[in-house]
């Protein structure tokens, strides 16, 4: 059983640089909520209520959203404003949040390393801070589903189209069930000439315990930092590692063309401003 999640949130948002010099991007709003809150949801959704954010200098505003905050809720009280105060109050009680600090990116390996102690030696999944997921079954449930069958750790993997390649960690595996795959490799952002399919991890995982001591043994990568990929490659070597091909919706938050399509998206479905979003939409293109 999965009891705890991971959600990395310590990277520094260079691709959103200036707003990210003060605001966490796993901040920034999809329309009226945080991106961070949509990976949360998704855990929760997935079974799990025990949730470590692993972040840096200049996330505390993380924190503080997940608190409580007296002054803005008795504000809305007296208002009665009470849709809102209820909306308010439920996210400091949305699950049980804990917290621990990334001193310097190191990369995403270091990242959970970080969760070490917290997690001690049960199974875990991670949600990556800036990937937002959709389908009738939580991407994390799916891959819980595959971890209770097979008892092993478990990506979740989607064919990625040939120009992105490079920016993806792309598997190699032998397709053993419908959207499963027993992985061979793993490659870390290959050339696309090189790449050994097109499967490529999006950022949801459920590993176990051993993958600390295999993060341990990884050397870091160009950048010094520590590549989740190169830990799951040592991690084959002593038990079998699963793929399972995410057949849902993938929004990419952490880059800035994705993250205003994923805000168009969202705006869409929004019955408040749809009509405004399209008829500006319309006018525009």
């Not at 025990?50 to 905050?69: A, H, N």
């Not at 053993?176 to 992985?183: F, G, K, R, S, T």
């Not at 919706?249 to 800035?256: C, T, V």
């Amino acid at each position: 059983m999965i009891r705890k999640a991971v959600i990395p949130a310590a990277g520094l948002g260079t691709r959103f640089l200036p707003i990210t010099k003060s605001i966490p991007k796993e901040m920034l709003p999809i329309i009226n909520k945080p991106i961070i809150q949509f990976v949360v949801e998704e855990a929760i959704l997935s079974g799990i209520n025990d949730i470590l954010i692993v972040t840096g200098r200049g996330k505390r505003s993380i924190e503080d959203y997940f608190d409580t905050s007296p002054e803005l809720e008795n504000h809305l009280f007296h208002k009665k404003k009470y849709n809102l105060l209820k909306e308010v109050k439920d996210i400091s009680s949305i699950a049980e949040i804990h917290y621990i600090r990334q001193k310097d990116p190191k990369g995403l390996g270091d990242a959970i390393l970080k969760a070490e102690k917290h997690i001690g030696d049960e199974p875990f999944a991670v949600l990556l801070g800036d990937d937002l997921t959709e389908d009738s079954k939580p991407c994390t449930k799916q891959l819980i589903d595959v971890f209770e069958r097979k008892g092993r750790s478990v990506i979740a993997v989607q064919e990625i189209p040939e120009a992105r390649i490079s920016s993806y960690g792309i598997i190699k595996g032998e397709c053993i069930e419908e959207d499963l795959y027993l992985m061979e490799d793993v490659v870390e952002k290959p050339d696309p000439r090189d790449a050994p399919s097109n499967l490529g991890a999006i950022g949801r995982y459920v590993f176990t315990p051993e993958i600390f001591d295999c993060i341990k043994k990884t050397p870091p990568s160009l950048g010094d930092e520590i590549q989740i990929a190169d830990a799951i490659k040592i991690l084959m070597r002593d038990q079998e590692v699963y793929a399972h091909k995410f057949g849902g919706r993938r929004y990419d938050a952490g880059n800035k063309s994705d993250y205003i399509l994923t805000l168009i998206k969202f705006a869409l479905r929004d019955e408040e401003i749809r009509r405004d979003v399209l008829n500006y939409l319309r006018e525009e293109v």
